[in-house]
């Protein structure tokens, strides 16, 4: 577990000697053949420092579940290379895709044990892992009792109970309420900071990508490509309402929309 | 995994950990359970009810004189036999031999059955092989494999339990297969990102997750077994050996209806108990830890 860092250090980017923990050149991924072949990716380039909080926004149709499951291991390119450093990364979807017959403690659990982690170590270790998300009191509940957010959390614990140094998420927050989402983002940023993290975070809400990236990157859609790319440069702590929050998002969310309209079909 | 922070930090964690707690404690329902007597009576009244129209029925087309009472004879005629037979302790014998052959018939067909669902999962060639087969099997009478089992086992035990196995495999099979057709892709996905490959996979995501479905084939299981053996008892008449079926074959030749009709309510009651009190319980507690009723 990395010291902590200040606040105001969160815009610096890793020193260029490091490699990044994640770096895609040229990737393509295509779904069929011939005819009815769907482009879901196009020689997209992305470059993820060690330690820095990237968000992807596009809309829909921009292969972003293409490209996290290609990062995370579960999909192999088209065409192109994918170099990951630091382990193999772990990946947080849009509903929480806990084990429904286990209980919060018993996820969190299984992760530990398919790492080979030793029965005596597990216990100890998942009730840090629980209390670092704020839910010691929910240990022996069953998914299905718990809320949306508090899932959510159960799945952050499991995540980071493999120890990857990369953590994807797949719009974690989407289905989650206004209340329950600013606070996760508070969670996510302080757990993301203290543990040093590497953090790639796919969203359709511009918003919570200024909200929480270093940086935010946009795709287009159909096929999915970079096309643009913001450094998020705000001092001190933000706010999903915070005006820097607001003005950036306004910037990218235009451009977004222009992506949006080329599809429009007259 | 507790970690050092600096002051400032550490107010923000604390703010952040009682705002969370705060949101929790709203968004958990809380859930009273009714006192378990109540919940008892509340389940059991409609059926005690329908039990006392189907007798008062019974008794009805008794008083009619629609058949002689030799022949009918009337709900109270009927279980003072069953009452005579307990204290004999011809009926325990007799439902001693049957439960025997029924718990060793259906082991036999968990074993089988669940062995072939493993190997049909796991292969896609053995699918394409004998996939719809299983499924052809479960639809065949267990009573026209009879005549073959009578001349492969002559009348005895084995020739009973063949049949019984043939019958309840097919079903037992078929619901661990489609249980596991219908694991979520989610949870798939979300075993690979933890690591879960080959048998941990399947003893960690793909098993568990089949579960409701495989109880639900156990249970269809039980039924088929249950019919065929009794098919069975009335089919193969092992010389000198009582059960259930036999019983039943005896009453008919010597005209006892009340004897009879006895041993038709016990063949029906260790029907139903064995289906209420194993499988609908076990599936109803395995539906109800995931959230999939309501546990009340």
Redesign the interface.
């Known amino acids: 577990?990395r010291a902590?860092v200040a606040d105001d250090d969160r815009q610096v980017s890793a020193s260029p000697e490091t490699a990044p923990a994640i770096r895609l050149e040229a990737v393509s991924k295509v779904f069929g053949r011939g005819a009815d072949a769907v482009v879901a990716l196009d020689r997209l380039d992305l470059t993820v420092e060690v330690g820095s909080f990237v968000c992807l926004v596009g809309a829909s149709g921009c292969g972003k579940s293409t490209l996290l499951n290609i990062v995370?291991g579960?999909d192999a390119p088209t065409s192109g290379t994918v170099q990951i450093d630091g382990g193999?990364p772990?990946?947080i979807?849009q509903?929480a895709?806990?084990?429904?017959?286990l209980t919060a403690a018993e996820n969190v659990e299984?992760?530990l044990?398919?790492?080979g982690v030793p029965r005596r170590q597990r216990g100890g270790?998942v009730a840090?892992?629980l209390?670092?998300v704020?839910?010691s009191?929910?240990a022996a509940?069953?998914?299905?009792?718990?809320?949306g957010?508090?899932r959510q959390?159960v799945a952050l614990a499991?995540a980071l109970a493999?120890e990857a140094r990369i953590l994807l998420l797949d719009e974690p927050f989407g289905a989650l309420d206004a209340?329950?989402r600013d606070?996760l983002h508070?969670?996510l940023e302080?757990i993301w900071r203290?543990a040093g993290l590497t953090i790639l975070f796919v969203t359709h809400n511009v918003r919570e990508a200024v909200r929480l990236g270093q940086r935010v990157v946009l795709l287009s859609s159909r096929p999915g490509r970079a096309v643009a790319e913001f450094p998020v440069v705000i001092a001190g702590e933000r706010r999903i309402e915070s005006p820097e929050v607001s003005a950036l998002a306004i910037t990218i969310g235009e451009q977004l929309s222009e992506q949006v309209r080329r599809h429009a079909t007259r | 995994?507790?970690?050092?922070?600096?002051l400032p930090?550490a107010a923000?964690?604390d703010r952040?950990?009682t705002?969370?707690?705060g949101?929790?404690t709203l968004?958990?329902?809380r859930l009273r359970r009714r006192p378990r007597l109540r919940r008892v009576v509340a389940a059991a009244w409609p059926k005690v009810v329908a039990l006392l129209i189907a007798l008062g029925l019974w008794q009805l087309v008794f008083l009619s004189g629609w058949k002689p009472a030799w022949l009918l004879p009337s709900p109270l005629t009927v279980f003072g036999e069953l009452w005579q037979q307990l204290i004999a302790g011809d009926l325990l014998a007799a439902v001693g031999v049957t439960l025997r052959r029924a718990a060793v018939g259906f082991g036999l067909a968990i074993v089988v059955g669940g062995v072939i669902g493993i190997l049909v999962v796991r292969s896609k060639t053995l699918r394409a092989a004998v996939g719809s087969l299983i499924t052809g099997l479960q639809t065949m009478p267990s009573i026209a494999w009879f005549p073959l089992a009578i001349l492969l086992f002559q009348l005895s035990d084995t020739a009973i339990l063949f049949v019984v196995v043939l019958g309840a495999a097919p079903a037992i099979a078929n619901g661990l297969i489609s249980g596991v057709d219908h694991v979520p892709p989610?949870?798939l996905?979300?075993g690979?990102?933890?690591?879960?490959t080959g048998p941990?996979n399947y003893r960690?995501?793909i098993l568990?997750?089949a579960?409701p479905a495989s109880v639900a084939g156990l249970k269809q299981g039980w039924a088929f077994a249950w019919r065929s053996l009794m098919a069975g008892e009335l089919l193969v008449l092992i010389p000198g050996q009582t059960s259930v079926g036999a019983q039943l074959q005896f009453s008919r030749e010597f005209s006892d209806a009340a004897g009879l009709m006895a041993m038709m309510i016990v063949i029906l009651l260790i029907g139903i108990v064995v289906d209420v009190v194993v499988f609908s319980s076990l599936e109803r507690s395995?539906r109800a830890?995931?959230?999939l009723v309501d546990a009340t």
Do not use: N
Not at chain 1, 97 to 101: G, M, S, V
Not at chain 2, 192 to 196: E, H, Q, S, T, Y
């Open positions: 577990m902590l995370a579960l193999r772990t990946l979807f509903e895709a806990l084990f429904p017959w299984l992760a044990r398919l790492r270790a840090d892992l209390e670092l704020h839910l009191g929910f509940k069953r998914p299905h009792e718990l809320s957010g508090m959390r499991r493999q209340i329950t606070l508070e969670e302080r203290d | 995994m507790r970690l050092v922070r600096a930090e923000t964690a952040l950990g705002e969370l707690a949101l929790d968004e958990v329902p989610l949870l996905r979300a690979r990102v933890l690591g879960a941990a960690h995501v568990p997750a579960l395995i830890r995931r959230g």
